[in-house]
């Protein structure tokens, strides 16, 4: 670890990773700035660390003037802030000018503060229908959908600020995180917490094309633990680097597996027609991540899939209330719009306001 690394800001921080990543840096001993406009972020999910080792402000990435005021001071950014997949199919303009034009904005102003490192989370969605099994960083690029495409955009930008002005830049590609404090609700709805809060329902699990399509997930503490290495090591500079779990898994499998897991084995699987342009698989191949990073993924996904079980179970928020929340065809922008809020929560495992911003 780089010993000059004592303050890092994390952008999106009160999201599903980003707050993992936040508790992580904490424990680590850094001080953490968090920027999150809270559109999909939860401010209870910072509520347990120490004002003083982890402040969450209330702004928008793309406010360029708060950003240089945030950044200021901080050693390494770690930008994660984004909207995500479905979002881009039902709003691609939009989802472009935060994940892409928002990117180059921060980009300005980490070059500006000379930064020491900046993290970008690009996705495996860069690979699109390029992915035919384990993917090494080299692999052709051609992303199907339009957040793929923006995160590439993203990530061309960031490699370019690295070649171009030499600011000190790793881009990682994330393959699917999954585990406590994943989306269930809305648009950023993902496909494990959804499987799992119907099968504790007893309610069928819906799967989109045939079921063989595949994934590589990863536990999100194993993911978060490779950003924040990312951040730390000098040597990773320079890199675009997959974090994974290596392990391929098809849709049908895990289906499987959460009822398995849940012990409802009475509990259908539907097929409904495919999402637009899904990906017939994504897996990562993780040697460089071994040999930048020092990383291993540690939890296997029937382990994570308890893991997030016995976390629905302590948060003490029943099953039925959070499937309110869950929107089926969550690509579809109608639906996405009819279902917003329909438990009063805002898709939110608590339904506390935010605080105000701290700034
Ligand atoms: N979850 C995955 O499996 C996965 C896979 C590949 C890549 N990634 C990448 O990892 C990062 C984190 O993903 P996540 O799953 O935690 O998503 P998330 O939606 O939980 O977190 C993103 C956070 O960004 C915030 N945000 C959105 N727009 C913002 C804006 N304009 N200004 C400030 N904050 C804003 C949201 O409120 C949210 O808290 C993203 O960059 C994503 O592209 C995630």
């Known amino acids: 670890m780089d010993d000059e690394v004592r303050k890092v800001m994390i952008t999106g921080g009160a999201g599903f990773i980003g707050s993992e990543l936040s508790h992580q840096a ?16 939860n401010p209870d999910y910072l509520a347990d ?31 994660l802030a984004c909207l995500g997949v479905r979002h881009s199919i039902h709003s691609p303009m939009d989802n472009h000018d935060v994940n892409a034009t928002g990117t180059i904005g921060l980009l300005e102003v980490a070059r500006e503060l000379e930064v020491k490192q900046l993290v970008y989370t690009s996705s495996a969605e860069v690979y699109g229908s390029a992915c035919h ?5 080299e692999n052709e690029l051609a992303p199907t ?25 790793v881009v990682l590609r994330l393959f699917n995180a999954f585990g406590p404090r994943e989306h269930h609700e809305g648009d950023c709805g993902e496909v494990i917490p959804k499987f799992l809060l119907r099968a504790l329902a007893g309610r069928p699990l ?10 590589d997930f990863n536990f999100v503490a194993d993911t978060a633990r490779a950003i924040l290495e990312a951040g730390l090591r000098p040597a990773a500079v320079g890199h675009v680097i997959n974090v994974g779990s290596g392990v391929e898994t098809s849709v049908n499998d895990l289906a499987r597996m959460v009822i398995d897991v849940v012990g409802n084995p009475g509990v259908e699987v539907v097929h409904e027609a495919a999402r637009p342009a899904d990906i017939a698989r994504m897996c990562a191949n993780g040697t460089k991540a071994r040999d930048i990073l020092g990383y291993t993924p540690e939890v296997a996904l029937a382990d994570g899939l308890r893991r997030l079980n016995d976390w629905y179970a302590k948060e003490g928020m029943t099953f ?14 109608d639906e996405v719009a009819a279902t917003a809020g329909r438990s009063g929560a805002g898709g939110r495992l608590s339904p506390r306001p935010a605080p105000p911003a701290r700034r």
Request: proline share 4%; net charge negative; glycine share 10%.
């Open 145 to 169: 959908n339009p957040y793929g495409a923006a995160k590439l955009g993203a990530e061309s930008y960031v490699r370019s600020f690295h070649t171009c002005y030499g600011l000190p830049t």
């Open 49 to 79: 660390l120490p004002a003083d080792r982890c402040r969450l402000s209330v702004a928008d990435v793309r406010d360029r003037d708060a950003m240089r005021e945030l950044m200021a001071g901080c050693d390494v950014v770690y930008h």
């Open 206 to 215: 819906v799967v989109f094309g045939d079921g063989t399509q595949t994934r």
């Open 133 to 137: 099994g384990p993917v090494v960083e």
């Open 320 to 333: 039925e209330s959070l499937l309110m929340d869950e929107c089926v065809h969550n690509w579809v922008g």
């Open 26 to 41: 904490v424990a680590r001993g850094l001080t953490v700035e968090v920027v999150d406009n809270l559109v999909n972020g």
